[in-house]
């Protein structure tokens, strides 16, 4: 069974400054897809960026950059410019290439502070 | 767009009655719906995943009896919870996937309904 590690349960950066969050996965799968989803406090959750494992470039989406290392299997997000808004839970996510049924597996999530 | 609602956004319930929440997606039709639970300060769990037309799948540990899903369409499922108990006090995620050809499958989410039982 897949699993998702995120290590820091709490971070806080400074409004424009550069905060990295850290993921580790464990999967026998060669190919698979990777998420970071954003939680702001409304609850709602927001895709932040996505990241396919058969590609080596690394996603990028504006401020959100990942760093994707697939032989650690370890998948970091960087936010540049932290903005007020940034203050959220964030996942990890994992999803196997098996088509629309399959499921995410979430890691237990890193709570940011952006502090003004 | 691909905008997923659920209805209700908060629920009070007693003990020993059955609340219903619905996840509808509004503007797409969805080929698969998945049901999270969410403790407080945690992540999410899956409880189950539903094809419209079909039974639910349910996550080991998760009652089937106890949380009825029913996928009666393309843009509506629905969750029960049977038979309330304060321990089911939990807020409750849907998310959908949209058949528009991506290969991510991505899963949009509704945002969440608070179930509380007194």
């Known amino acids: 069974a897949q699993t998702v590690t995120q290590s820091q349960p709490e971070m806080s950066v400074q409004e424009a400054e550069t905060v990295t969050l850290s993921c580790t996965y464990d999967?026998?799968?060669?190919?698979?897809?990777l998420f970071w989803y954003k939680q702001p406090p409304s609850r709602q959750m927001i895709l932040v960026i996505r990241q396919e494992a058969y590609k080596q470039q690394n996603a990028t989406e504006n401020r959100f950059s990942v760093n994707f290392q697939k032989a650690a299997k370890s998948f970091s997000l960087k936010i540049s410019d932290s903005q007020l808004g940034d203050t959220a839970m964030y996942f990890c996510?994992?999803?196997?290439?098996?088509?629309?049924?399959?499921?995410?597996?979430f890691g237990k999530g890193t709570k940011l502070t952006v502090n003004p | 767009g691909a905008v997923v609602s659920q209805h209700p956004s908060r629920v009070i319930c007693k003990s020993g009655t059955s609340v219903k929440i619905e996840c509808r997606s509004l503007d797409f039709q969805a080929t698969t719906m998945f049901w999270y639970r969410q403790f407080p300060k945690q992540s999410l769990m899956l409880m189950a995943t539903s094809n419209e037309g079909s039974k639910a799948t349910y996550e080991q540990g998760v009652e089937k009896d106890k949380f009825l899903i029913n996928h009666a369409s393309l843009t509506l499922s629905t969750l029960t919870v049977t038979s309330a108990h304060p321990e089911d006090s939990s807020f409750y995620i849907c998310?959908?996937?949209?058949?528009?050809?991506?290969?991510?499958?991505?899963?949009?989410f509704g945002p969440g309904t608070r179930l509380t039982v007194t």
């Open positions: 998310s959908a996937t949209k058949p528009d050809g991506s290969p991510f499958y991505e899963q949009y």
């Open positions: 996510a994992f999803k196997r290439v098996q088509g629309g049924s399959e499921k995410l597996v």
């Open positions: 999967t026998s799968e060669s190919n698979y897809y």
